[in-house]
């Protein structure tokens, strides 16, 4: 079984940043694809940023530019740094692997 732990995430004005961590524990062969993706109140689920499990990275229109991915496979963590933050990028974001697995999420509010 895989589990995955989000961190990270809190409260931040306009234009300010925030890195969110995503460490992997569990069965796991090797890291597969992983993805951070975000649930706002009274919106679909968002995928925000990808990397592939050769490293290969997408991100959202919405986010491009703005946000990074990147994993660390000796610490099996996968980040997200989010820069510029607007508003409109507050939600709860979480990770979730290409298998399905995924973890509890951590709160993003992007306020001032």
């Known amino acids: 079984q895989v589990q995955m732990v989000e961190s990270g995430g809190g409260l931040v004005e306009p234009g300010g940043s925030l890195r969110l961590s995503c460490v992997v524990s569990g069965n796991i062969g090797s890291l597969s694809g992983m993805g ?40 099996k963590k996968v980040d997200l740094q989010m820069n510029r933050l607007k508003p409109e990028d507050t939600a709860v974001y979480f990770c979730r692997n290409d298998a399905g697995d995924r973890g509890q999420g951590t709160h993003v509010t992007v306020s001032s």
């Not at 951070?36 to 968002?46: H, L, N, S």
């Not at 959202?60 to 990147?70: L, P």
């Open 36 to 75: 951070w993706y975000r649930q706002a109140p009274e919106k679909q689920r968002e995928l925000v940023a990808h990397i592939s499990s050769v490293g290969m990275t997408n991100y959202a229109e919405s986010v491009r530019g703005r946000f990074t991915i990147t994993r660390d496979l000796k610490k």
